[in-house]
């Protein structure tokens, strides 16, 4: 199984991480991130300079990207880890990821990336989510987990379903107690030439949306003009 899931991940991670990164980059556009982005925020922190307003946009775009796209990339991992030890499957009920056997028990799992995934309306909803699935499955024993891929919970009854982390739930899935470490030597395979390739169209979209923004939003001295600016992200719009 081990064999198995380092030659999921050493075939996959390019596919599902890389490649959607690199995707990612390539589609952006300035203007869709600027009306994303809190001007007064840049302007509170006294960036002066186009290229570093940029580079903290795209900087605060791509973060956030990366743990989406990386998180969807461990899930389809779970799922392939839990079929290789427990016949488990990807879930069609909604909320719920992943659907297993282990032991006499029947276990749907809600994966997240990390244990501080969601507000109180989001755990809400994943309890209801939960609730359900319990009742449709009526007497049968059935065991409710929000599997998080990385971290560590110290209480995981939390009445209603468990909570497992990092190394528990990889464990609980794997039926491995160390595999949360045996993964991470694959997931490096190929990532200092992947990761170079992204650092030459990072920096060529850095110089693009640089110049571009210069063209748009500075003046003639070349300092920001943040009236423009402004306009453009909040300004109301003509009807």
Known sequence: MVASAKLFVENEIALRFHDKLLRGLSTLKLKQLLKRKNPYLFRAKAV?????????????????????????????????????????????TEGIDLEFERGNVRYIVSIKSGPNWGNSQQIKRMKANFAQAKKIAGKSRLEAVNGCCYGKEAQTNKGTHFKYCGQDFWEHISGVDDFYQQIVEPLGTNARVRTEEFAMKYAQVVNQFTAEFIDDFCDASGQINWDELLKFNSGRTST
């Open 48 to 92: 002066h300079v186009a290229s570093e307003l940029v580079t903290q946009i795209l900087n605060a775009h791509l973060s956030s990207n990366e743990e989406t796209i990386f998180g969807d990339f461990l899930e389809a991992l779970a799922i392939h880890i839990c079929a290789e030890a427990f016949g488990g499957r990807k879930s069609t």
